[in-house]
């Protein structure tokens, strides 16, 4: 039986004051899911906590997942199997492994099985054949997609959003759709739930998330932002950068410069825009990754 409550997830609701939002009466607090626990956090367990309930259910002893070689996804799912004492295997787009990287350091380290494959092969992660040959070479495995998005994951950001105050508005950096479509799940149809998507061209996200959630295609309280990507997945500014650091020294807030930083400096410039009407109260999720910190200053972009 695996022990899911070894997470505590109470994070805490962090408020943020500034100039910038007293002088249009704003109120804003930020959601630290990255604090939920030191390796496993954020979204990343979020989307895991009820995979690792269907895995159990199925009767499955481990767990196959895919992700580049700076995975979040990669990274949680490995210290998840060492925490829970579960087996664990990662498809890596390759088509080398540098065991050198921190990330795969880690995940080696945690026990996962690193199968580094083609981008070719790499592509075809999503493909019926594909899967289907996958679980007959691991046939005790549970397969979970690329960042851990798929219907059983938006549990967990249903009950995310169920367990928030009341808010005008939530908002979360957005790859895979997940998180998005389970807070939308979770959220009162008042509460207008905004996702920034990171990277470029994300429009077809609108198509995937209305696909996982059906309170997406039934309301119109939710809105996918593309235009603050910063260059595309993995890409930022360094001025992007520059507002983390920032925010780390006036705020107290650590921020990755990948996925919550990218959506902070959003909601920035959002706020500067006057996108929200005075008075709004607003909910910013921090859905963890600073662990891509230190593959950042492994290749030396930060």
């Excluded at 695996?2 to 962090?14: F, G, H, R, V």
């Excluded at 990255?34 to 159990?56: F, P, V």
Aim: glycine share 10%.
């Amino acid at each position: 039986m695996l022990k899911l409550s070894t997470i505590n997830e109470n994070s805490p609701l962090k408020q943020i004051d500034g100039d910038n939002l007293k002088k249009r009466n704003l109120f804003l607090s930020i959601k630290r899911d990255d604090l939920l626990h030191h390796s496993i956090n954020g979204n990343k367990w979020r989307k895991l906590k009820y995979n690792l309930s269907a895995m159990q259910a199925q009767k499955k002893n481990e767990l196959l997942t895919f992700g580049g070689a700076f995975s979040n996804h990669i990274h949680a799912c490995a210290a998840a199997g060492k925490l829970l004492n579960f087996k664990t295997r990662g498809i890596i787009r390759g088509p080398e492994l540098d065991l050198n990287n921190p990330t795969l350091q880690f995940a080696q380290h945690c026990g996962m099985q690193l199968h580094a494959v083609t981008r070719l092969e790499y592509k075809e992660r999503n493909n019926t054949d594909y899967i289907t040959q996958l679980q007959k070479q691991f046939p005790n495995a549970y397969i979970l997609p690329e960042g851990g998005t798929n219907k059983a994951a938006l549990q967990g950001g249903k009950e995310l959003a169920q367990s928030l105050p009341v808010a005008d508005y939530i908002i979360c950096p957005t790859g895979s759709g997940g998180t998005l479509a389970g807070l939308i799940e979770g959220s009162n149809k008042t509460t207008k739930v905004l996702g920034i998507a990171v990277l470029k061209q994300a429009e077809y996200l609108i198509n995937e998330i209305k696909i996982l959630s059906q309170a997406a295609r039934e309301q119109n309280n939710w809105q996918l932002l593309t235009e603050f990507h910063g260059g595309g997945y993995g890409k930022f500014t360094p001025e992007l950068w520059q507002f983390c650091q920032a925010m780390q020294v006036r705020y107290q807030l650590p921020l990755e410069p990948i996925y919550s930083g990218k959506m902070m400096y959003a909601l920035w410039q959002l706020i500067e825009q006057d996108f929200f009407p005075a008075g709004s109260r607003i909910i910013a999720i921090h859905t963890g990754g600073l662990q891509g910190l230190k593959g950042l200053r492994y290749r030396k972009l930060i």
